[in-house]
């Protein structure tokens, strides 16, 4: 059983379009992340969500918007895509209590044209 | 403002070499460090958690140390495999996580 999932694997789009990325996990955990690698494989916290409330939102473009329909959920939005979108996006969580132990997905990359 | 700091960039060994690779951070008030692997075109496994308060942790083959003082972790690998080839990144958790550049490791067989 994958521990935390997120898709699609592969996103690819024109410019302008609107898109979602979904994620899930089933480790019970009460905060889930969303992270961008670029290309020099940099990766970078965009938002983190705890018991549904957004706690962390790194200078991220309002054209992003995490939604979190429940604490085992965190949907990432992105509107209006642009050709420096074009990166691999990460779901995260981790759990108060286990030493905040970070767990991955595999990640969804997305390559905007 | 913390940096992490990952020396070398990139490093390649023969296979049955013992290693060391680095992690160097700016603020020593974290509250874990932890170590990742990253394959080609696949997500971060989590390798080893050090909480602030701890020294080391050891996992198979896998030593990690934390001298939180000097801002220093390092991930001992010994016996290299083939398999060990892949992305190490570190990342210290203060608020929020930050994550080191990482260091390409390529275990010659």
């Known amino acids: 059983d994958t521990a935390v999932s997120q898709t699609p694997k592969y996103l690819v789009t024109q410019m302008g379009n609107d898109k979602s990325i979904k994620c899930e996990q089933n480790l019970g955990h009460d905060t889930m992340y969303w992270y961008k690698q670029d290309s020099k494989k940099f990766l970078k916290i965009m938002f983190s969500y705890n018991n549904k409330e957004l706690i962390i939102n790194e200078t991220v473009p309002n054209r992003f918007s995490p939604k979190s329909p429940d604490k085992a959920h965190l949907n990432l939005h992105i509107n209006s895509l642009e050709l420096g979108d074009s990166a691999v996006y990460f779901c995260a969580s981790s759990q108060e209590g286990t030493g905040r132990k970070l767990f991955f997905g595999s990640g969804t990359q997305l390559s905007v044209l | 403002k913390q940096e992490v700091t990952q020396i070398p960039a990139a490093l390649s060994v023969p296979e049955g070499e013992n290693l060391v690779l680095n992690c160097s951070f700016t603020?020593?008030?974290?509250?874990?460090l932890q170590w990742f692997r990253q394959d080609p075109g696949k997500g971060l496994t989590s390798l080893l958690l050090i909480q602030s308060s701890q020294r080391e942790q050891t996992s198979g083959r896998l030593n990690a140390s934390l001298d939180k003082s000097s801002g220093r972790s390092t991930l001992y690998i010994a016996a290299s495999q083939p398999g060990d080839s892949a992305t190490y990144l570190c990342a210290v958790r203060l608020g929020k996580i930050i994550f080191g550049k990482g260091t390409r490791l390529h275990i010659l067989p």
């Open positions: 603020d020593s008030a974290i509250y874990n």
